[in-house]
């Protein structure tokens, strides 16, 4: 019978053989092609371990250093693949290594940490995804990859898809937040802006979802920690931006740290092989996360290094990063027979077809081209992009009114440590982006052509950490000179990021006791925060008169926060993760269950804190504009409808205040009896629309079958029938609904 089944497959890997001419996509179960199969035939065990073996350059460090040599390594084949290393010049200096002095002269592959921008930057992730504006991300992702395409990269470790409903970790800043509706739209948008269509033009790079899978769910928000979590919570909530990213095209796949259910990620046949192959069909390759081969020996799942590689290619792992373990320990198992020569093979055909789309064996030069790296790199459109998004990225938290600015003569003094500077703007996980060429609020602000109107002062009045208030009273004596107080605090950019946790996320040092101090002078302030993580900011609120999230920006922070102060732009942003009001409350989310006693009161025994209220300081979809929009009420056609049939939604949003703008109007729905117990709201949709002031505008949504499906108590996908209520508001908070019912 196997034997049938081998032929059976031989005669359709002949009948499907093809070559895929660069740029052209590859597609279905098409998995080796003439050219590469000769390749294989001459390679040998070492040299085919050297393509599945990653190694980083000595350029930067993002990880524990290791090993060095990797020049030999190239040489002699023993990698095939290489990060952190790009421009055109140290590129090509690599390749030619591969080039001209190894055996094969198979080309090497590039790969970075191209997270929110190259040398343009952007705003975080985290920022970005507070923009709702799926085609700006989208653009966003497209000229990251650009730049980085023109300076020698070919892969970017981008887009991080993992939902996280903890603040406390730091990698909050690289992800869309807690909603795995919106995480799946903007991983599916990210995907595409880093992909396009094809690698034709070489300016796109091969994306990398990761980390598979949960990495975001550490327990207590440490990074690193394992995760618990059932397989419902897991399969409702954490896997599928994995799956919307695969079926938006990514080609590859990185593991995760944490252990699930028990097993190391990397050594995970049930992630890597039962539901990312078989249940979804990916057929790029996996690779494992910085050498987290290894540490599944600390897991204690492993003996040694040599077991450890040996159940990572078991369980799916095609590239190993930095554990050396493929190239330098996997052989003995390859002589023993726990590893099938076929799983090698396999491995390195799905590398090797990789390379060959991106048009590496044509021309192994392709990215690194002096004289686009030259004219792309941080050209205008790059920069109006990064300013556009950064302009929709930011959240308004508060407004007594006072923004924006009246355009009158004021004198406004600008304080705070972040409000000249330009370092800690770029973000965490900057790749090549440098603060020099970033815009600070302050020269935003003065560089603005509405900058006329104003006279500034500038000054920092304490550090971003540290107790030093020394600089209070010179600060104070301004602010009574002043007519207006705009203070940027927050945190500094390794605050938020990898291997940055935190078990207090408060703004740090002595900034809100500054914030305070100012307040006292009674004059208005504008508080801008600049950080990578939701805040505990009940105080900031109360002691500012408007508050803006700004995150980490990018090169283009100040214009784009300049344009919002004055009104050039009306704030549109809306946050994709709950702000808790005490640490105690974590992990807070929109969508939790009701639980068998949900909260009443006046009632002691239902489910309660005794100091706190049970809601975040902020929701989840929550942000204000300059103006006000009014909600009528969600209708259906009818409120009876088969599962099979569309329902549509239709809502009119008036704008009732002074200014044109944009809101994002967001559709959830609750499922109000299943055989399972359901959240009491979950995000289907949204729309972000511009209306004008005075004008009222219908918003349709189409709500379809799997909009209503649930895991069952089988954990079958299904739907079951019975009344729903469907909610349409300005954020998660919103009880305007109707009520449909399915049979
Ligand atoms: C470890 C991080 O978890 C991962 O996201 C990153 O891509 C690699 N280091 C490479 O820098």
Not at 159 to 184: H, Q
Not at 341 to 347: F, L, N, Q, T, V
């Amino acid at each position: 019978m196997r034997d049938r089944i081998v032929i059976i497959m031989t005669m359709i890997t002949v009948l499907v053989a093809c070559s895929p001419k660069n740029g052209e996509k590859i597609t279905g179960k098409t998995k080796t092609d003439p050219f590469i199969e000769q390749l294989m035939a001459k390679m040998t065990l070492d040299e085919k371990l050297g393509q599945m073996t990653l190694y980083t350059t000595d350029w930067e460090s993002t990880g524990p250093t290791i090993r060095s040599g990797y020049q030999d390594d190239i040489r002699l084949g023993r990698c095939g693949a290489l990060f952190n290393s790009h421009t055109v010049e140290f590129t090509t200096l690599l390749q030619k290594i591969a080039m001209e002095e190894s055996r094969l002269k198979i080309p090497l592959l590039f790969g970075y940490d191209v997270i929110h921008g190259y040398k343009t930057m952007f705003p975080i992730p985290l920022g970005e995804a507070a923009s709702w504006d799926l085609a700006a991300i989208e653009n966003s992702a497209y000229i990251m990859s650009k730049e980085a395409a023109a300076s020698g990269l070919h892969w970017t470790f981008a887009p991080m898809v993992d939902i996280t409903r903890e603040p406390r970790w730091g990698r909050v800043m690289e992800g869309a937040g807690e909603d795995t509706y919106l995480g799946s739209r903007i991983a599916e948008a990210r995907v595409r802006g880093i992909q396009g269509e094809n690698f034709a033009k070489a300016d796109r790079l091969l994306a990398c979802v990761k980390h598979f899978a949960a990495y975001g769910a550490p327990i207590a928000g440490r990074d690193y920690n394992s995760v618990e979590i059932s397989e419902r919570v897991f399969r409702e909530t954490y896997l599928p931006p994995y799956e919307a990213a695969i079926k938006a095209g990514a080609k590859t796949v990185m593991t995760s740290f944490n252990d699930y259910n028990g097993v190391p990620a990397s050594g995970n046949k049930y992630l890597l092989t039962d539901i990312l192959r078989n249940e979804w069909g990916f057929n790029g390759y996996v690779v494992t996360d910085y050498t987290s081969i290894n540490e599944m020996v600390n897991h204690g799942v492993a003996k040694n290094q040599t077991d450890a590689g040996i159940m990572a290619v078991n369980a799916g792992v095609d590239m190993d990063m930095q554990s050396a373990a493929f190239q330098e320990k996997i052989k003995a198992g390859i002589n023993d027979g726990r590893v099938k020569m076929e799983k090698i093979d396999a491995s390195v055909r799905r590398i090797l077809m990789l390379k060959k789309e991106l048009g590496l064996f044509e021309n192994p030069y392709r990215f690194s081209d002096k004289k686009r790296e030259t004219t792309t790199i941080m050209a205008k459109e790059n920069l109006d992009a990064s300013k556009d998004m950064a302009k929709k990225s930011v959240v308004l938290l508060k407004n007594s009114g006072i923004l924006p600015l009246a355009k009158k003569p004021m004198k406004i003094l600008v304080a705070g440590p972040l409000a000249d500077d330009k370092n800690n703007l770029i973000g965490a996980w900057s790749a090549s982006g440098e603060g020099r060429h970033c815009v600070s609020l302050y020269e935003g602000l003065r560089q603005h052509p509405a900058a006329g109107n104003y006279s500034f002062e500038h000054i920092k009045g304490c550090e971003i950490e540290g107790n030093d208030q020394t600089q209070f009273s010179i600060i104070l004596e301004k602010a009574k000179t002043s007519d207006i107080i705009i203070l940027a605090i927050g945190e500094h950019k390794d605050m938020s990021g990898e291997a940055a946790s935190k078990s207090v996320i408060r703004i740090p040092g002595v900034q809100e006791d500054l914030l305070k101090a100012l307040k006292s002078t009674g004059k208005p302030i504008v508080t801008v925060i600049m950080n990578g993580r939701p805040l505990i900011l009940n105080d900031v609120h109360s002691n500012s008169d408007a508050l803006l999230e700004a995150w980490w920006l990018g090169t283009q922070s100040g214009n784009a926060l300049a344009d919002i102060i004055y009104g050039d732009y009306n704030p549109s942003g809306k946050l994709p993760i709950s702000y808790p009001r005490n640490e105690g409350q974590i992990p807070i989310y929109y969508n939790h269950k009701n639980t068998g006693r949900p909260l009443n009161p006046n009632d002691k025994y239902t489910t309660k804190y005794l100091d706190v209220p049970n809601t975040p300081f902020y929701p989840f979809g929550f942000g204000l504009s300059y103006t006000t929009f009014t909600y009528g009420v969600p209708t259906v056609a009818k409120s009876t409808f088969s599962s099979q049939e569309p329902i549509t939604v239709s809502i009119d949003v008036r704008n009732t205040g002074n200014f044109d703008g944009e809101e994002v109007v967001q559709l959830y729905i609750r499922d109000l009896v299943a055989s399972v117990t359901r959240p009491v709201k979950e995000l289907r949709g949204f729309q972000k629309v511009m209306i004008k002031k005075g004008e009222t505008k219908k918003v349709t949504f189409t709500l379809t079958k799997k909009d209503f499906e649930i895991y069952n108590q089988n954990m079958e996908k299904v739907v079951e029938p019975g009344e729903f209520h469907v909610f349409v508001g300005g954020n998660s908070d919103t009880q305007n609904k109707v009520s449909v019912t399915l049979q």
